[in-house]
């Protein structure tokens, strides 16, 4: 296994003219949606790295656009898309209304830290995702000791660094800007649940 996994092609999400990569919640127009809408943000950057037929960066518009259509299927509730199930739900009808066969895959990781999956088990989901160059949608409910990662949020982990011995570090994007967090540390530290999506097509 190569120590630094990332999907093909980030240069998908670019958004042309600026120096983003991947969309950001605060580009909805409504308080609401800025507020509520990291989880309609994380599946529009899915749907614009695997399903958006232009092979290329986009324009701030389009981006826009697909998170206006997404936002129509992943709609937050009270407390947001607090759920794995919440999330793929809604994203799965998004893709179902385009008549695109697929497949969810998810991970929960569960509140109680005894009844929490090993490291490794985490890596070998998200390894399966990047494998097979699909994104992976990350919902923390608590970022734990994980200081640049926002709590209570959606983000998407683009690429796996396995370089370093006692830790794994992910890389992701949030609000149109990559970052890369310690993924062994938020498990360890994390006091609540969360989770990863993504899908095959």
Known sequence: MNDLLTLKNIDLLKIEGTE???????????PWQRLSGCGP??????????????????????AKATMNRVWQYVTPGFGGINRLDRFYNGFSKYLGSMNLTHQHHAFEIPKEVTHRPHLSQVV???????SVDAPIAFLNLNNGKVHNLEAYHWVLITGLDLSHPSIVLAHILDGGVPLIIDLSLWLETTTSSGGFVYFTL
């Open 41 to 62: 943000t994380a599946a529009s950057m899915i749907a614009l790295y695997q399903i958006d037929p232009k092979k290329s960066a986009k324009t701030l518009d389009e």
């Open 124 to 130: 070998d989901f998200i390894v399966a995702g990047l």
């Open 20 to 30: 983003l990569i991947g969309c950001n919640q605060e580009w909805y127009s409504k």
